[in-house]
């Protein structure tokens, strides 16, 4: 299947044109290059960001689309299911493969539990802070995720997390 077969598929979260492309051998981590993909992203993070359904990204990753992998400013998948508000992808990427709700790549510091709580993600906070998640650490601001939250004016979200130090 050609690339732009490939990203039209993936553009129309059509699972089964996506599966068909992988039994033909397309290649779920390569960087398309062209006008669909204008920002040069693997074809997972294009998935992604195209709001393909849980059941499209979990296809992509257990045929081999690489889940390791990081823009340059160090932006993960988790990072990403994250922003996308998809808690059962966060889960997945958490419980089944196994990445560590407190690693970040980003210069920033700025970790899963930051991002979850900036875009007000309640049930994804709640969820890394059971999987161990630090709510002590700090970004290359030195601000942990309560002050962080509190910079942001998320008051909601600040009292929330309190919760969490009042049960400690």
């Known amino acids: 299947m050609a690339d732009i077969d490939i990203i039209q598929a993936i553009i ?5 044109a996506i599966k068909k492309a992988i039994k033909q051998g397309v290649d779920l981590n390569q960087i398309v290059e062209n006008e669909l993909n204008e920002n ?3 074809l997972l993070y294009f998935a992604l960001h195209h709001k393909c359904s849980f059941e499209t990204i ?8 690489d889940i390791a992998q990081v823009d340059a ?3 993960s998948l988790l990072d990403e299911a994250i922003v996308s508000g998809s808690l059962e992808l966060v889960r997945y990427l958490v419980e089944e493969k196994g990445m560590d709700v407190n ?10 539990l930051m991002q979850a709580a900036a875009y007000g993600y309640t049930d994804i ?3 890394l802070l059971e999987k161990g998640a630090d709510i002590h650490a700090r970004d290359s601001s030195n601000l942990n995720v309560i002050e962080y939250t509190k910079k942001l004016q998320r008051k909601n979200m600040q ?3 309190e919760s969490y130090l009042d049960k400690s």
């Not at 979990?58 to 689309?65: C, P, S, V």
């Not at 690693?103 to 899963?112: A, D, L, N, Y």
């Open 103 to 112: 690693r970040t790549e980003r210069k920033s510091g700025f970790t899963p």
């Open 12 to 16: 129309n979260d059509d699972y089964l």
């Open 40 to 42: 040069e992203e693997s």
């Open 159 to 161: 009292k929330h997390l």
């Open 73 to 75: 400013q160090g932006v």
């Open 125 to 127: 906070v709640d969820f």
């Open 58 to 65: 979990k296809l992509m990753i257990e045929n081999g689309a």
